[in-house]
């Protein structure tokens, strides 16, 4: 039988054979061309399928145990679990069952699993819609669900899991004027001044898009530019770079940016969305450790991190990932503060950030870094902007923010953010 052409359904159950089979994450598939046979509007939709079945994973299973004796293989279930989310969220019936038919008997290996993929997906038409709804929020996994249940305790796990589930709306941040933004492009502002938008469709087909009148932004990811407060002609330093929401954001203000990266591919990334954006700033490819440059105003360093306040946006990362890479993300996060700290003028001010919920990337890294540094202190004053809630403020003075915060407009990623000074020695 010759190869069925490759469907967003089929596709979706590849990426999820990559993300729980081989630990690959979402982005690295889509740019390694997981996708590049679909048509554009069903390498969307590929993308969708899967992360919705990612988010609705446990329940998806929950609902398949009933009709499998064991768990098949990994291809077949990942087949059977896009499936199933799609039926239990008002996929068509038909169209759903017969194409994962039509795929599963096609395949090489499992193509005699025809028969199970239609007994099966024929009884979660029956029965799924229904009980769904009724099924608990998807839970973390335990790897990293238990730390943060230490970290915040049961309450908040369970309302950050809630968001988590819901997924994320389109935040941009305004070149300009935010109002005007929210206005041409239906969406609403936010208290710290970003733009939201509940249905965006494609990205670039949002108006003001190619004049480079905003880029894309999650909330939260906004925050840390804000509160360096970057002043006209002040030289920045942002630190890891790209793909480059904050650097514009400074070259915005007015600052004298230099935006480094040790990653050539995503400074490529910061390069294109200047240009669109008609915005200007040195761009270095460079290991932040060795960069020798300055002495800065003001530093910006966005730490490589767990991630693990994406979440909403990357439902992909609890699956890819086990927590075994984290050990070594945290002593970089301190070796570049350090180095970082030795880049700025005396009275000079540095901001830290990293999108994780694990306070050893964020608020035990700062306190550790004010042990380090006599002379270092945590600006609490800076943090209070507006939007921003003084109980997000934390004891060591850094702000810590969480997926739960304005749920009900659709939360924010998790992130922490502080604002260093050193202060100037004393005159004698
Ligand atoms: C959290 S992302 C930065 C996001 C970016 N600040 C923004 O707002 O668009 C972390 C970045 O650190 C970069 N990175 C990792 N190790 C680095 C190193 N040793 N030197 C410089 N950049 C590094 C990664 O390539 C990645 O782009």
């Known amino acids: 039988m010759p190869p069925l052409p490759p469907s967003a359904r089929h596709k979706a159950a590849v990426l999820l054979d990559q993300i729980i089979g081989e630990g690959r994450l979402m982005p ?30 446990e329940r998806a299973d929950r609902i398949l145990s009933k009709f499998l004796r064991k768990p098949p293989p990994l291809t077949v279930h990942n087949l059977l679990r896009v499936g199933t989310v799609e039926l239990c969220t008002g996929g068509d019936a038909h169209g759903v069952v017969n194409d994962m038919v039509a795929i599963i008997g096609r395949h090489r290996r499992y193509g005699n699993l025809k028969g199970l993929m239609n007994a099966v997906l024929r009884k979660v038409a029956e029965d799924g819609p229904r009980k769904w709804h009724d099924l608990r929020i998807p839970r973390l996994r335990n790897w990293l669900r238990e730390p943060l249940v230490k970290a915040y305790g049961q309450g908040v796990m369970n309302a950050m899991e809630k968001v988590h589930f819901a997924g994320a709306p389109l935040d941009l941040t305004a070149k300009g004027d935010p109002d005007a933004l929210a206005k041409a492009t239906g969406g609403t502002v936010l208290p710290t001044g970003t733009v939201r938008l509940r249905e965006a469709g494609q990205v670039s087909a949002l108006p003001g898009y190619d004049a480079g009148d905003w ?11 804000k509160v360096l407060d ?91 990932k086990d927590g075994s890479e984290f050990g070594a993300l945290i002593d970089l996060q301190q070796a570049m503060l350090d180095h970082a700290l030795s880049l700025l003028k005396p009275g000079g001010r540095l901001v830290y950030c990293t999108c994780s919920l694990l306070p050893d990337e964020g608020e035990v890294q700062i306190e550790d870094a004010l042990a380090r540094h006599p002379g270092l202190v945590a600006d609490r004053a800076a943090l209070e902007r507006p939007g921003i809630d003084p109980a997000w403020i934390t004891e060591e003075g850094g702000l810590r923010l969480r997926p739960d915060y304005w749920a009900d407009r659709g939360g924010m990623d998790g992130f922490y953010i502080s604002v260093l000074r050193r202060e100037p020695p004393k005159d004698n």
């Open 215 to 225: 880029w894309v932004q999650d909330a939260a990811a906004a925050i840390p530019a």
């Open 230 to 320: 970057p002043k006209p002609g002040e030289a920045i330093l942002d630190l890891c770079a790209a793909p480059g929401g904050k650097t514009l954001q400074l070259a915005a203000a007015g600052a004298t940016v230099t935006a480094l990266d040790v990653s050539a591919t995503r400074m490529e990334r910061v390069t294109q969305n200047l240009a669109r954006t008609g915005l200007t700033a040195a761009c270095l490819t460079e290991d932040a450790l060795t960069h020798s440059g300055g002495p800065y105003d003001a530093i910006l360093l966005d730490a490589p991190c767990s991630a693990t306040g994406t979440i909403r946006r990357h439902p992909d990362l609890p699956f890819a």
């Open 28 to 57: 690295e598939l889509i740019a390694s061309g997981t996708l590049d046979r679909l048509p554009p509007e069903d390498r969307a939709r590929a993308q969708r399928l899967a992360m919705d079945t990612l988010r609705g994973m």
